[in-house]
């Protein structure tokens, strides 16, 4: 089986981590360290903490933003689940903007809509979770009036995005630009990069917040280890002894280990070529489902020189979505893995026991009728010849 997306792992990385396993230090050390300086380089950003997934780093994210009970935070219902648990780790509630049936992320006109009457009813967001789907991030200009308009802060869940640019609107409206590589957004409170595997670099397990406001990187770096400061400029009491720390506030051990670091620092030299080959998966399809055009949409083509492509979703076309569920089983009976990225979030049972059923994502319901991932990796062009 062709899978949708896999690592790509090299001698060098092989040498990294056993290197690694060579160090003084497992955990850490020196590793995490030169792997979040490279992270934050790589982006634009002032600082990057790693932790032991995305899952935590929106953990995290939400806890130094101050989300508690009585919050809310809305999100794309196109996402995995983890952009909308972090704010239930947190006792808040959230809530589901549906999507643009184009960029299939946040719809911002409908964002805007539903933010004007959640100011006259109540029930404005804390943070607005935004999700890079694909790896195709967004223009930021709009979100970021509104997020200065209505007082919450924005955090960008770029799982899919590490590698891609977002993507400006030249004043002319048909040009796209290069806003800059995601990660480097000023006005965003952090970005949030995972590497899972099938991400765009792996290390196991692992994730990353990148941003670049200082004192809230200091919150993240303190709750990411028990709350537990050994700087003494920082303690509130007289330090006992030079064993003397102090733990000032309830955090988590979400800390990455060096091993995985290490890993991870050896992996981001090859981005750019992973995004490259991606890219070039995407180009191929492309040019050969052109001639399906009449049954099924391909991405938008003019995202191409800004997406990571961590996926490559085609959809059928509406009177076709009858189809999909054979058309997916064919696929995967002729040995590719296609997936679907996602399954409503408000649809999974813990969502709909809390929320009911909900009825204001009709674009989201419609995406979801019609979507099939397909095999987007470094790899693939080998495993395809291996296959023939
Ligand atoms: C993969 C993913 C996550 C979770 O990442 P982990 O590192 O597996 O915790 C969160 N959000 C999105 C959009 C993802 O694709």
């Keep these: 089986m062709i899978p949708y997306s896999c690592q790509d792992i090299s001698e060098a990385d092989v040498s990294a981590v056993v290197s690694a396993l060579n160090d003084k230090m497992l955990t850490q050390g020196s590793s995490t360290i030169l792997f979040e300086r490279a992270v934050a380089e790589y982006c634009g ?18 806890l130094a933003a101050g989300v508690g009970p009585g919050d809310f935070v809305w999100t794309s219902p196109n996402s995995f689940v983890a952009s909308a648990n972090c704010a239930r780790f947190c006792g808040a ?4 903007v549906d999507i643009n049936p184009i960029t299939l992320g946040i719809d911002i006109d409908l964002l805007a809509e539903k933010l004007a009457n959640a100011k006259t009813r109540g029930g404005l967001p804390k943070v607005i979770v935004v999700v890079h789907f694909a790896g195709q991030a967004p223009s930021l200009g709009s979100l970021e009036t509104l997020a200065e308009r209505y007082g919450f802060v924005i955090i960008e869940d770029a799982s899919h995005a590490l590698g891609a640019v977002y993507c400006r609107q030249a004043p002319d409206k048909k040009k796209f630009k290069s806003g800059g590589t995601v990660g480097s957004s000023k006005k965003s409170l952090c970005t949030v990069f995972s590497f899972h595997p099938v991400k765009m670099i792996t290390t196991g397990e692992g994730g990353m917040v990148v941003s670049n406001d200082s004192s809230f990187m200091r919150k993240i770096e303190l709750l990411r280890s028990h709350g537990i400061t050994r700087d003494d400029s920082n303690f509130q009491r007289l330090a006992d002894g030079k064993w003397y720390y102090e733990q000032q506030f309830l955090g988590v051990n979400y800390r990455m280990t060096d091993i995985q670091a290490a890993l991870g620092l050896s992996q981001l030299k090859r981005l750019n070529q992973f995004v490259l080959a991606r890219r070039e ?4 399809y492309y040019d050969s489902l052109a001639p399906l055009a009449n049954f099924i949409k391909l991405p938008p083509r003019r995202f191409h020189d800004f997406s990571s492509y961590h996926l490559f979703v085609i959809r059928l076309r509406s009177q076709f979505s009858y189809l999909r569920g054979r058309l997916f089983d064919y696929l ?11 399954i409503p979030i408000y649809k999974q049972p813990y969502y709909e026991s809390l929320y009911g059923v909900n009825t204001n994502c009709p674009e989201m319901e419609k995406y979801y009728e019609t979507a099939i991932s397909l095999p987007n990796h470094t790899k693939l062009e080998k495993i395809g010849r291996a296959h023939v």
């Design 45 to 62: 950003a002032a600082h990057a903490k790693a932790v032991t997934n995305a899952t935590s780093a929106l953990h995290l994210a939400c």
């Design 332 to 342: 995967r009976s002729s040995g590719i893995g296609v997936q679907v990225h996602y």
């Design 281 to 284: 998966v995407a180009a191929n």
């Design 93 to 96: 509630d959230v809530e589901f």
